[in-house]
């Protein structure tokens, strides 16, 4: 069965500290992975996927991730985090011969000033 | 600019209602669907269709229809079967090849008065 797990609901970090948020998931063929980022009444917008190549993948905002095939991994990474970066993180993952995406249950990160 | 746009940002309904959601895109997507989020529970899926004149029950159809006449509208209706309709509701989009993932709307807050 495909499935995606967020073990973080919340993160705090202060801002210009590093952030990795964790994603892992379950998925019988080679997966297309997606991050997503949604601030407060709108919609998701995404910020990076992967599906081929390159495992380290790079997004806008400043954000990366890395495909961890033998961990079941996609975890998003940013260096240095900005207070307008706190807003709610989904990881996705879906194939090219699935119709859907399945979503995790979302990491809500806060940046401390 | 392609997008998709969701209509009404706020709506209330009585109970015992039904009340309809807008979902229309010009991004000459072929696959549309429906989710619905609850604060802690990420997104799930509602319905979808990849074609016109066909759809697919998601996770949690029930209280639920749509239509999908033309490419670029799918509806929702929240009926009064839906028990427990107050929910942000996402609509989103895919083109062909999974690998470019959804675009999403903005959004649609539903509340019980």
């Known amino acids: 069965a495909q499935s995606v797990t967020q073990p973080d609901i919340h993160i705090t970090v202060s801002e210009g500290a590093s952030l990795e948020l964790r994603c892992n998931y379950s998925?019988?063929?080679?997966?297309?992975l997606f991050w997503y980022v949604q601030s407060p009444g709108q919609g998701l917008q995404l910020l990076l996927k992967?599906?081929?190549?390159?495992?380290l993948v790079q997004g806008i905002k400043g954000f990366e991730a890395e495909f961890k095939r033998s961990q079941s991994s996609f975890n998003l990474r940013k260096p240095s985090v900005h207070w307008s970066d706190a807003a709610e993180y989904f990881c996705?993952?879906?194939?090219?011969?699935?119709?859907?995406?399945?979503f995790g249950s979302g990491t809500k990160l806060n940046v401390k000033p | 600019d392609g997008g998709i746009t969701q209509s009404p940002k706020y709506l209330f309904r009585k109970e015992g209602q039904n009340v309809t959601l807008s979902c229309e895109q010009n991004?000459?997507?072929?696959?549309m669907y429906w989710y619905r989020q609850d604060p802690g529970q990420g997104l799930r899926l509602i319905y979808y269709?990849?074609?016109?004149?066909?759809?697919q029950k998601g996770d949690i159809a029930e209280g639920y229809s749509v239509s999908r006449e033309k490419k670029e509208s799918f509806p929702l209706t929240v009926t009064s079967a839906q028990k427990n309709p107050t929910a942000f509701y996402l609509c989103?989009?895919?083109?062909?090849?999974?690998?470019?993932?959804?675009?999403f709307g903005s959004g649609t807050r539903l509340t019980v008065v």
């Open positions: 996705a993952v879906g194939g090219e011969n699935f119709n859907k995406f399945y």
């Open positions: 998925y019988g063929a080679t997966p297309y």
């Open positions: 992967y599906f081929s190549g390159d495992t």
């Open positions: 991004l000459n997507h072929d696959a």
């Open positions: 269709s990849q074609i016109v004149n066909d759809f």
């Open positions: 989103a989009s895919a083109g062909q090849g999974m690998g470019y993932g959804y675009t």
